[in-house]
């Protein structure tokens, strides 16, 4: 077995751009979830919105780039309002039954054959990025990177715009949790009644969490459109939510760093499994009457959930949790 060829692609995917793109939707989760209390289940359509707002300006619109990005960020601005509206007056789990239920929604939508000309059905849409790699700084002549670790000059420029937008995302999320308006906010997760009876309108900080924590998904939509060259509907499926939940409590829900350190620990693993039963069943070293090569990416989830699970049951706070964390007094 070459263990060359698995470290590297370990370490591509650790900076790649599944990565990115799943570290922006746990940080948006973290505001959510980690932070506000809210338990959102339709993550997957933030990134949606901000996907689909780009490619259907672009494609199908023949709008600018910039003009994308801004109605994309729009979209992932409304549907948090139409989402909130009739849901953060309400306890229990309304908000996660009208997510999941919403994103479900927003994916058959994307995918129906009615509108297939302006969303491109199944098969998605293509032929919207050209004005981001045209500011694309890096020559196509060079791969860039460190080592055997190395990406082509489009790659690269996705993964530098994307860990910026990480960075400044982790930077606001930091700034807002150190202010008054994120100590109310982690009060609203430990008692909501408590910070009410103090004077704060407890639904419009909800509001403002969730509209917060879907337009940092949205920039996630973003960078996976523009790392892939197009958008499908299945992509943005309740999976990509999940994923991003468990990208979140492997490295600590309300921790800053903790999304972002989740997101490269799980596509370090599933790379590394990935590559590594690949060329054990390639190489014989597993006989394909026990493993087949089709069989692979469902026995990477199996050995990686099973890490997941003994890490929640020996560390339930994930890798930079705090059992002892609690909220601030809302002042």
């Known amino acids: ?23 922006l939707a746990a940080i948006g989760l973290n505001v959510h979830f980690g932070y506000a209390g809210l338990l959102n289940f ?35 601005v409304a549907l948090a309002i139409l989402l909130g509206i009739p849901t953060l007056r309400l306890r229990a789990d309304y908000l996660a ?43 196509d002549t060079h791969r860039y990177g460190i080592g055997t670790v190395d990406f082509d000059a489009r790659e690269f ?3 530098t715009v994307g860990w910026v937008l990480v960075t400044l995302s982790c930077l606001v999320v930091w700034l807002l949790m150190r202010s008054p308006w994120g100590r109310v906010l982690k009060a609203i997760r430990e008692d909501e009644d408590a910070v009410r009876s103090l004077g704060k309108n ?28 197009s958008v499908q509907p299945d992509l943005y499926g309740t999976e990509t939510t999940f994923l991003a939940y468990v990208v979140l409590i492997l490295g600590g829900a309300a921790r800053v760093l903790g999304p972002v350190v989740g997101a490269m620990i799980l596509w370090t693993l599933l790379a590394f499994t990935d590559s590594a039963l690949r060329q054990a069943v390639g190489t014989g070293h597993i006989p394909t009457s026990v493993l087949q090569s089709t069989q692979v990416g469902e026995v990477r ?28 007094d809302a002042r």
């Open 1 to 23: 077995m070459d263990w060359g060829s698995i470290l590297t692609n370990s370490l591509e995917a650790t900076v790649g751009i599944d990565a990115v793109y799943f570290a």
């Open 42 to 76: 339709g993550q997957s359509a933030f990134l949606a919105m901000g996907a689909y707002g780009l490619a259907v300006s672009v494609a199908t619109y023949g709008l600018p780039f910039w003009a994308g990005i801004a109605i994309g960020l729009g979209l992932s």
């Open 97 to 139: 039954i009208v997510t999941i239920a919403a994103a479900e929604i927003i994916r058959l939508i994307a995918r129906s054959v009615a509108l297939e000309d302006k969303f491109g059905g199944t098969d998605g849409l293509q032929q919207f990025s050209a004005g981001f790699y045209k500011m694309n700084p890096y020559p």
């Open 157 to 159: 420029w996705v993964i």
């Open 202 to 229: 407890v639904y419009a900080y909800k509001m403002q969490a969730l509209v917060i924590g879907g337009v940092i998904g949205s920039l996630g939509g973003f960078v996976a459109a523009l790392g892939k060259g």
């Open 301 to 328: 989830f199996m050995l990686v959930g099973l890490g997941l699970v003994l890490l929640v049951v020996f560390r339930p706070q994930g890798i930079f949790g705090d059992k002892k964390e609690i909220a601030l």
